[in-house]
């Protein structure tokens, strides 16, 4: 039986403690935030009614931002300044990118990642992306008239550490507390899911811009598992446009391309000038696109030991599973009608919004609150050996969050330093994968070659970004990790760019670290409030009056003018509950044990 | 209930070869439930990093009870007789015979076909290899000599696993 629960008077919850949080797709072409009000998820719309923002950013000079749609309109008129799809430039290098040369910007290397000249300078894909969170981030806080207290942003299943390092790097940058990165196709899945009571195997077939992704779903009882997941991350609606473009003879912009392909959903032909395509032609032109993402399905079935009939239902996700074309080559393949039942542009922000108010902690009384996502490492992860060959570390598809530990010994007496290259991708040869980070171990105990045993664990937690410790076993000593990103941002970076950000103005950087002090307090108050309300038994009554005292002390803290001060605070609050935060996680564990042996009695 | 828990006693199962995957995938969700850090999110630092190591060490026995061989890997080394794959690589003679057979008809299948009978019967002996490891784990007047000799047939087993994962990527 449940006890009831009654909190004394001056703890009662804040009744304004609802938190707004929401979800964020930022996708390729189109960025859309979305939020739960009342129960039900919904895109939020700007001052004109419009929910879609496009990705595109124009530095007009060194004082004027252009983002949304009075960007798009420069794309002709401006296009060195004028960024779009810059996803495709995130946690990438220069010679990553396929078709720099056709690109209109002026592209450069910078430390290993590709960086954009414009009119504002040298700009990161990382910085005009936070433009786009940023205007989002705004278009929220206007239509609460309140602080975000979390986002949750989306990202493709497909993207790999580096793709996503940069988004959360972003998200910091745009002035996001990031609750998590969700892949996309699994946030359609909650949205869709939920929605429908959906049980059984699902694929999450999502075509958008830029980007494709495969995901493969067991649906039970609010659980959603992801089973697999494939993709590719350089794949989207551009690479149909630029089809169209071709097909011209680039007479036609990729801008009016894509006007082209749209119409061919309705239409059977189009006609530019002297020249006309037909859907027939438009299908046959872009089919070896379409077997690449029919390839990655295979994959991903196969990964799953699933064969096509397995699927209980597909889902469709993205704008471009608009193409009717898309619509019947993957019907034929699963061998029924897609699921076709909600908006492709919005699905993916409103699954996102879901996620972003539970992990906020916010009760909305539906399945939501006890849903349960389980997603995967999309790529394996490995360490380059000897010869340039991979030793693979973190298999794909494996459950996250995950570790796995591996040993390495020196080879040379007394060497007391470790090389190690961390890469990710399928391939057998580093020159094959991509280069995600090399770690240099220092301060091994110098011994006899291969006396030393050096575990290095690599550990990717629930956003599936990746960490690495080591540890020399035989003594104990914990090696330390210098880590060089391939193509992320190092932390000294973005501390750079966010104060770049506020330019000079050292008051700005004030406010926002006491705002941020505040909020931070304000989540550890009500977390400490909530833990007290469920497990209060779990403590002893001298505990009780120390936390609660505590607690006590924290929120009045907040009404300080010192970000310091309340930090102290707050940490003390933190540190006092850490035993507390053990014992609920073990009583948590303990509990989900016994009601397992009661149902099988 | 701790981090260092065999995973049968984190998953409140009997400790033995045989179990049921339902109940395995059942408890993995139930408990998944209570520690991910998706369920933390709104409680501070440490009660996420807490979730996070109760998380992965929960997926990680997870990982090794649902697959037959690594369950059988890991009941070997609990029981005294570890796998030691890198220092052990003596293989009985008849085992190495068959080995080289298998490899010999790989390199010679030229059409799926050929590769999906080669498969089907790489696979037949690993379910046949796997069930005599399994009663020899689970047998009830068990000794150290048949607990090494399920030791040894996961060595086999690992080679058998590899190379029909090989098989299956050339279809």
Same mark, same amino acid.
């Given at each position: 039986?449940? #006890?009831?629960?009654?909190?004394?008077?001056?703890?009662?919850? %804040?009744?304004?403690?609802?938190?707004?949080?929401?979800?964020?797709?930022?996708?390729?072409?189109?960025?859309?935030?979305?939020?739960?009000?009342?129960?039900?998820?919904?895109?939020?719309?700007?001052?004109?009614?419009?929910?879609?923002?496009?990705?595109?950013?124009?530095?007009?000079?060194?004082?004027?931002?252009?983002?949304?749609?009075?960007?798009?309109?420069?794309?002709?008129?401006?296009?060195?300044?004028?960024?779009?799809?810059? /996803?495709?430039?995130?946690?990438?290098?220069?010679?990553?990118?396929?078709?720099?040369?056709?690109?209109?910007?002026?592209?450069?290397?910078?430390?290993?990642?590709?960086?954009?000249?414009?009119?504002?300078?040298?700009?990161?894909?990382?910085?005009?992306?936070?433009?786009?969170?940023?205007?989002?981030?705004?278009?929220?806080? %206007?239509?609460? %008239?309140? %602080?975000?207290?979390?986002?949750?942003?989306?990202?493709?299943?497909?993207?790999?550490?580096?793709?996503?390092?940069?988004?959360?790097? @972003?998200?910091?940058?745009?002035?996001?507390?990031? #609750?998590?990165?969700?892949?996309?196709?699994?946030? &359609?899945?909650?949205?869709?899911?939920?929605?429908?009571?959906?049980?059984?195997?699902?694929?999450?077939?999502?075509?958008?811009?830029?980007?494709? $992704?495969?995901?493969?779903?067991?649906?039970?009882?609010?659980?959603?598992?992801?089973?697999?997941?494939?993709?590719?991350?350089?794949?989207?609606? $551009?690479?149909?446009?630029? @089809?169209?473009?071709?097909?011209?003879?680039?007479?036609?912009?990729?801008?009016?391309?894509?006007?082209?392909?749209?119409?061919?959903?309705?239409?059977? @032909?189009?006609?530019?000038?002297?020249?006309?395509?037909?859907?027939?032609?438009?299908?046959?032109?872009?089919?070896?696109?379409?077997?690449?993402?029919?390839?990655?399905?295979?994959?991903?079935?196969?990964?799953?030991?699933?064969?096509?009939?397995?699927?209980?239902?597909?889902?469709?996700?993205?704008?471009?599973?608009?193409?009717?074309?898309?619509?019947?080559?993957?019907?034929?393949?699963?061998?029924?009608?897609?699921?076709?039942?909600?908006?492709?542009?919005?699905?993916?922000?409103?699954?996102?919004?879901?996620?972003?108010? =539970?992990?906020?902690?916010?009760?909305?009384?539906?399945?939501?609150?006890?849903?349960?996502?389980?997603?995967?490492?999309?790529?394996?992860?490995?360490?380059?050996?000897?010869?340039?060959?991979?030793?693979?570390?973190?298999?794909?598809?494996?459950?996250?969050?995950?570790?796995?530990? =591996?040993?390495?010994?020196?080879?040379? $007496?007394?060497?007391?330093?470790?090389?190690?290259?961390?890469?990710?991708?399928?391939?057998?040869?580093?020159?094959?994968?991509?280069?995600?980070?090399?770690?240099?171990?220092?301060?091994?105990?110098?011994?006899?070659?291969?006396?030393?045993?050096?575990?290095?664990?690599?550990?990717?937690?629930?956003?599936?970004?990746?960490?690495?410790? &080591?540890?020399?076993?035989?003594?104990?000593?914990?090696?330390?990790?210098?880590?060089?990103?391939?193509?992320?941002?190092? $932390?000294? =970076?973005?501390?750079?760019?966010?104060?770049?950000?506020?330019?000079?103005? @050292?008051?700005?950087?004030?406010?926002?670290?006491?705002?941020?002090?505040?909020?931070?307090?304000?989540?550890?108050?009500?977390?400490?409030?909530?833990?007290?309300?469920?497990?209060?038994?779990?403590?002893?009554?001298?505990?009780?009056?120390?936390?609660?005292?505590?607690?006590?002390?924290?929120?009045?803290?907040?009404?300080?003018?010192?970000? /310091?001060?309340?930090?102290?605070?707050?940490?003390?609050?933190?540190?006092?509950?850490?035993?507390?935060?053990?014992?609920?996680?073990?009583?948590?564990?303990?509990?989900?044990?016994?009601? /397992?042996?009661?149902?099988?009695? | 209930?701790?981090?260092?828990?065999?995973?049968?006693?984190?998953?409140?199962?009997?400790?033995?070869?045989?179990?049921?995957?339902?109940?395995?995938?059942?408890?993995?969700?139930?408990?998944?439930?209570?520690?991910?850090?998706?369920?933390?999110?709104?409680?501070?630092?440490?009660?996420?990093?807490?979730?996070?190591?109760?998380?992965?060490?929960?997926?990680?026995?997870?990982?090794?009870?649902?697959?037959?061989?690594?369950?059988?890997?890991?009941?070997?080394?609990?029981?005294?007789?570890?796998?030691?794959?890198?220092?052990?690589?003596?293989?009985?003679?008849?085992?190495?015979?068959?080995?080289?057979?298998?490899?010999?008809?790989?390199?010679?299948?030229?059409?799926?076909?050929?590769?999906?009978?080669?498969?089907?019967?790489?696979?037949?002996?690993?379910?046949?290899?796997?069930?005599?490891?399994?009663?020899?784990?689970?047998?009830?007047?068990?000794?150290?000599?048949?607990?090494?000799?399920?030791?040894?047939?996961?060595?086999?087993?690992?080679?058998?696993?590899?190379?029909?994962?090989?098989?299956?990527?050339?279809?």
């Amino acid at each position: 039986m449940a #006890l009831l629960q009654i909190s004394e008077p001056n703890q009662a919850p %804040d009744p304004h403690a609802r938190r707004i949080a929401i979800g964020i797709d930022l996708g390729t072409t189109h960025s859309l935030v979305a939020s739960v009000r009342s129960g039900v998820a919904e895109c939020l719309p700007d001052e004109q009614g419009r929910v879609l923002l496009p990705s595109v950013v124009r530095y007009v000079d060194a004082d004027k931002r252009e983002i949304g749609f009075a960007a798009v309109a420069a794309q002709i008129s401006d296009p060195a300044n004028t960024i779009a799809s810059v /996803k495709r430039l995130m946690g990438r290098g220069l010679a990553d990118i396929a078709n720099a040369a056709s690109l209109p910007y002026h592209l450069a290397a910078k430390g290993g990642m590709v960086s954009i000249q414009t009119a504002f300078g040298e700009k990161s894909p990382v910085e005009v992306s936070a433009e786009i969170l940023a205007t989002l981030r705004y278009r929220a806080e %206007d239509t609460f %008239d309140d %602080d975000i207290f979390g986002a949750v942003i989306t990202v493709p299943a497909y993207f790999d550490d580096a793709q996503r390092q940069a988004t959360k790097d @972003a998200a910091s940058l745009a002035g996001l507390n990031v #609750l998590r990165l969700i892949n996309e196709p699994t946030a &359609a899945a909650i949205a869709y899911g939920l929605d429908n009571a959906a049980e059984g195997l699902y694929a999450i077939y999502d075509l958008g811009g830029g980007t494709f $992704d495969i995901s493969i779903l067991r649906l039970n009882k609010g659980v959603f598992e992801v089973i697999a997941t494939g993709g590719d991350s350089a794949l989207g609606g $551009d690479d149909y446009d630029h @089809a169209v473009a071709e097909f011209f003879k680039d007479a036609v912009s990729t801008f009016e391309a894509r006007k082209i392909k749209e119409k061919l959903t309705t239409e059977d @032909a189009v006609q530019v000038g002297d020249q006309t395509i037909t859907r027939a032609q438009f299908v046959e032109i872009t089919k070896p696109l379409t077997d690449r993402t029919l390839a990655a399905v295979k994959k991903a079935l196969r990964d799953a030991k699933l064969k096509p009939v397995d699927i209980d239902g597909t889902v469709m996700v993205g704008g471009s599973t608009r193409m009717p074309h898309i619509q019947a080559v993957v019907g034929e393949f699963f061998g029924k009608p897609p699921l076709t039942n909600l908006n492709p542009d919005e699905v993916v922000a409103l699954g996102a919004a879901i996620q972003a108010n =539970q992990l906020a902690g916010n009760k909305t009384g539906t399945d939501a609150d006890d849903m349960l996502l389980l997603d995967v490492i999309p790529l394996s992860l490995g360490i380059e050996t000897m010869g340039g060959l991979v030793e693979r570390i973190v298999p794909r598809n494996q459950t996250i969050p995950t570790a796995m530990a =591996q040993d390495f010994t020196t080879y040379q $007496d007394g060497q007391t330093a470790l090389a190690l290259h961390v890469v990710q991708g399928e391939r057998d040869l580093v020159v094959d994968c991509r280069s995600l980070a090399r770690f240099e171990l220092r301060g091994i105990p110098p011994m006899a070659a291969g006396a030393a045993k050096i575990r290095v664990t690599f550990t990717v937690d629930a956003d599936g970004l990746l960490s690495v410790s &080591a540890v020399e076993q035989n003594s104990g000593v914990e090696a330390r990790i210098n880590v060089k990103p391939s193509y992320g941002l190092t $932390d000294e =970076q973005i501390a750079t760019m966010l104060k770049d950000s506020f330019g000079t103005a @050292a008051q700005d950087m004030a406010a926002r670290a006491l705002a941020e002090a505040r909020l931070e307090a304000d989540r550890m108050v009500i977390a400490v409030q909530s833990a007290l309300g469920s497990d209060r038994d779990l403590l002893d009554a001298k505990e009780q009056t120390q936390i609660d005292e505590l607690v006590a002390a924290c929120t009045a803290s907040k009404s300080l003018e010192d970000a /310091k001060a309340i930090e102290t605070v707050t940490a003390e609050l933190a540190k006092a509950t850490e035993a507390f935060a053990a014992a609920r996680m073990n009583a948590g564990i303990a509990r989900a044990l016994a009601g /397992k042996n009661i149902e099988n009695i | 209930m701790n981090l260092t828990d065999s995973d049968f006693v984190l998953f409140g199962l009997p400790e033995q070869f045989a179990q049921d995957v339902a109940a395995l995938e059942a408890k993995w969700k139930a408990l998944q439930r209570e520690a991910h850090p998706d369920k933390f999110a709104a409680q501070g630092a440490t009660a996420q990093r807490l979730a996070m190591q109760w998380s992965v060490r929960i997926n990680e026995a997870y990982q090794r009870l649902k697959d037959p061989l690594k369950r059988a890997a890991y009941l070997c080394e609990l029981r005294g007789s570890p796998i030691n794959a890198e220092n052990n690589t003596a293989m009985p003679a008849a085992f190495l015979m068959q080995q080289i057979e298998w490899r010999e008809a790989a390199d010679d299948a030229t059409s799926d076909g050929q590769i999906e009978t080669l498969l089907a019967e790489v696979s037949a002996s690993k379910q046949n290899l796997l069930a005599q490891c399994g009663r020899a784990l689970d047998e009830e007047n068990s000794s150290k000599a048949i607990y090494d000799k399920a030791s040894s047939l996961v060595r086999n087993l690992m080679f058998i696993e590899k190379f029909e994962s090989e098989l299956e990527d050339r279809l």
